[in-house]
């Protein structure tokens, strides 16, 4: 970890600002008017049911989700208003995206390796011994083996290919993360040691990162700030500890006093 | 350093047909820099309630308390955020951390999310828990399985990692034996003499009378019933 660069957590620019954000399946709701910044280094956590439209708003933030409404402001850049193509560029290298299901963001018949290494070549690396090299690294970042290189994702646990997918998406070192349930469907355990090596891998690498998740004791520990969804729109946003300790929201109350021990 | 006006509070309890209960009102203080003030008040008089509003976890319904240039009952989630980063500490009586994470990181934490070499921040975490008499064997273990007193102390390590201007202190000898008690309190009188501004709960009466250099009855902040 010690060559990792540090990075100053703080700055006046948001690198992703959010407004009046809306989304709408026919005449149902998938998200209405959400507005929010995020800052280098912040990390913020979006909670809600099923069905509260945490989802549709992480697809239209990362671009695989066309809104309706709204605005979206990256680096200065309207993501909105850009090309396909420069789009997806981002989405290869600045931003990352890791999928709940670790098989939905892994390509499953090519190598641990191959998996880390074929998102460096995306963005132009070609040289065989570096890439091979990075991907050992990345490997090591995230405690998979160095022997498990060249194994399939499918002779991994469900704990190793969420690390591998993680891996994967980090590799091309990007500044804005997205995260759809990481830790759901783990051990407890599993959840623990993934906690831990995303709080190491946003402090030390400055990201950004919005994760989606019905856990409360994962927002708890992982984001700085909180933003609660019903029925499509953000009811409460605010510190996490304050959103949970001092809900001031009807939904968010029932919500925080319905978990067992936050 | 820490300066409370006119600060009041109230909970909404929207599951309670939306009953509104006033828990605070017209609350102020002052903490100097170097000085220890040590809240009192009967179970329930509102200290853990005003610990928690300058901590930022607690909306204010109204007033001001200013911490290392803001105002917290007003900052927003990102001030609040760098302020506990490098100004505003607190030990509270729960350790709420990652499983898993080593000891060692748990209270080097703090530094690394500053910046410090994590040499550095290793190192200054050893020396506290070395101070704090927990045994090195336990250093590469999860906190979470230790015993409560190991727990606090584990805690207060981890408050004490950085020299943040302002300190929160709740109950930080409560279930310590003599000698660590002993190692407790002189950290806060060495915070105290490089000028740290201290709020505390102390239950510990004797504690209590060494450290702060004033007291506050949060009684005389509850609001009163109306007629």
């Not at chain 1, 641990?112 to 090299?133: D, F, Q, T």
């Given at each position: 970890m010690g060559m990792?660069?540090?990075?100053?957590?703080?700055?006046?620019?948001?690198?992703?600002?959010?407004?009046?954000?809306?989304?709408?399946?026919?005449?149902?709701?998938?998200?209405?008017?959400?507005?929010?910044?995020?800052?280098?280094?912040?990390?913020?956590?979006?909670?809600?049911?099923?069905?509260?439209?945490?989802?549709?708003?992480?697809?239209?933030?990362?671009?695989?989700?066309?809104?309706?409404?709204?605005?979206?402001?990256?680096?200065?850049?309207?993501?909105?208003?850009?090309?396909?193509?420069?789009?997806?560029?981002?989405?290869?290298?600045?931003?990352?995206?890791?999928?709940?299901?670790?098989?939905?963001?892994?390509?499953?018949?090519?190598?641990?390796?191959?998996?880390?290494?074929?998102?460096?070549?995306?963005?132009?690396?070609?040289?065989?011994?570096?890439?091979?090299?990075?991907?050992?690294?990345?490997?090591?970042?995230?405690?998979?083996?160095?022997?498990?290189?060249?194994?399939?994702?499918?002779?991994?646990?469900?704990?190793?290919?969420?690390?591998?997918?993680?891996?994967?998406?980090?590799?091309?070192?990007?500044?804005?993360?997205?995260?759809?349930?990481?830790?759901?469907?783990?051990?407890?355990?599993?959840?623990?040691?993934?906690?831990?090596?995303?709080?190491?891998?946003?402090?030390?690498?400055?990201?950004?990162?919005?994760?989606?998740t019905h856990d409360l004791a994962v927002v708890r520990l992982l984001a700085h700030r909180l933003m609660v969804m019903k029925g499509g729109r953000v009811v409460e946003q605010g510190l996490t500890d304050q959103v949970l300790d001092d809900p001031q929201h009807a939904y968010t109350q029932i919500l925080v006093s319905s978990v067992l021990q936050v | 350093m820490i300066l409370i006006e006119d600060l009041s509070k109230s909970f909404t309890l929207h599951n309670q047909g939306a009953a509104v209960i006033p828990v605070m009102e017209g609350a102020s203080l002052s903490v100097a820099p170097g000085e220890c003030v040590g809240l009192t008040g009967q179970s329930g008089a509102g200290k853990s309630t005003l610990m928690r509003m300058v901590w930022g976890n607690y909306l204010a319904a109204g007033g001001r308390i200013m911490v290392g240039g803001i105002d917290v009952a007003t900052a927003s989630p990102r001030e609040i955020i760098a302020l506990r980063r490098d100004r505003l500490g607190y030990v509270s009586q729960f350790l709420r951390v990652v499983p898993r994470v080593p000891t060692l990181e748990v209270v080097a934490e703090p530094l690394l999310a500053l910046g410090t070499p994590p040499e550095t921040a290793k190192a200054r975490a050893a020396e506290l828990l070395r101070q704090l008499n927990i045994p090195e064997r336990l250093w590469g273990l999860s906190p979470t399985t230790f015993s409560g007193g190991e727990q606090q102390r584990v805690n207060i390590a981890r408050g004490f990692a950085h020299p943040y201007p302002a300190l929160l202190l709740d109950e930080p000898t409560a279930s310590l034996d003599a000698t660590n008690r002993e190692v407790v309190l002189r950290l806060i009188e060495e915070a105290k003499a490089r000028g740290a501004a201290i709020l505390g709960i102390f239950h510990d009466e004797a504690a209590r009378a060494r450290v702060c250099d004033r007291l506050v009855d949060v009684t005389g902040f509850t609001p009163k019933v109306a007629a």
């Open positions: 990792m660069e540090r990075v100053a957590v703080t700055s006046d620019q948001p690198l992703l600002r959010v407004e009046g954000l809306t989304k709408r399946y026919g005449s149902r709701i998938g998200c209405a008017d959400v507005g929010f910044d995020l800052y280098p280094g912040e990390v913020l956590g979006i909670v809600g049911e099923s069905g509260s439209g945490k989802s549709t708003l992480l697809s239209c933030l990362a671009g695989h989700l066309r809104p309706d409404e709204g605005a979206i402001t990256y680096d200065r850049r309207d993501v909105l208003a850009m090309a396909e193509t420069e789009r997806r560029r981002l989405s290869r290298t600045e931003w990352a995206y890791v999928h709940q299901n670790p098989r939905d963001g892994l390509r499953m018949g090519v190598s641990a390796g191959g998996n880390v290494g074929e998102r460096l070549m995306a963005v132009g690396a070609r040289h065989y011994g570096g890439i091979r090299e990075q991907a050992q690294d990345w490997l090591g970042r995230v405690e998979i083996a160095a022997d498990r290189i060249d194994d399939r994702p499918a002779q991994f646990s469900g704990g190793m290919q969420q690390r591998l997918q993680i891996a994967r998406n980090l590799v091309t070192g990007p500044r804005l993360v997205f995260m759809d349930e990481p830790t759901g469907g783990l051990d407890v355990s599993v959840q623990a040691r993934l906690l831990d090596l995303l709080r190491g891998l946003v402090r030390d690498l400055g990201l950004s990162v919005i994760i989606v | -």
